[in-house]
């Protein structure tokens, strides 16, 4: 099992900026892929970004693309999520996700990531 705890959401105006830490916890973190994924009132789950084992692989979804940055510290079991020049469309609830395994050309599949934390509010006013 592997237990993930996310922080960093708040309120923000537009254009703003945010850091979200999600600490992983139960398993060796090096052995996971990481992603964020977030939702919205009346929204599916969409994906944000994605981080490999070692950190040499990242994608992101077109609407983050530029803005947004997904890292991480394998020393401290915790992967980042960089938001700046926030929107209010950006507002949601981001959960980040782990995987050991996934098929990369369906990274953005939800159902391909194993574990989940609770998520961290992130609210943008215009």
């Known amino acids: 099992q592997v237990q993930l705890v996310e922080s960093g959401g708040g309120l923000v105006q537009a254009g703003g900026s945010l850091r979200l830490s999600c600490v992983a916890s139960?398993?060796?973190?090096?052995?996971?892929?990481m992603s964020w994924f977030r939702q919205a009132p009346g929204k599916e789950r969409e994906f944000v970004a994605v981080?490999?084992?070692?950190?040499?692989?990242?994608y992101y979804a077109d609407s983050v693309k530029g803005r947004f940055t997904i890292s991480r510290d394998n020393a401290k079991n915790t992967v980042y999520l960089q938001l700046n020049s926030l929107k209010p469309e950006d507002t949601a609830v981001y959960y980040c996700?782990?995987?050991?395994?996934?098929?990369?050309?369906?990274?953005?599949?939800?159902?391909?990531?194993?574990?989940w934390g609770q998520g961290t509010q992130v609210t943008v006013s215009s």
């Open positions: 981080i490999s084992w070692g950190g040499a692989t990242t």
């Open positions: 139960g398993r060796t973190f090096s052995n996971y892929h």
């Open positions: 996700a782990a995987a050991q395994q996934i098929v990369w050309i369906r990274h953005y599949d939800p159902t391909q990531y194993d574990y």
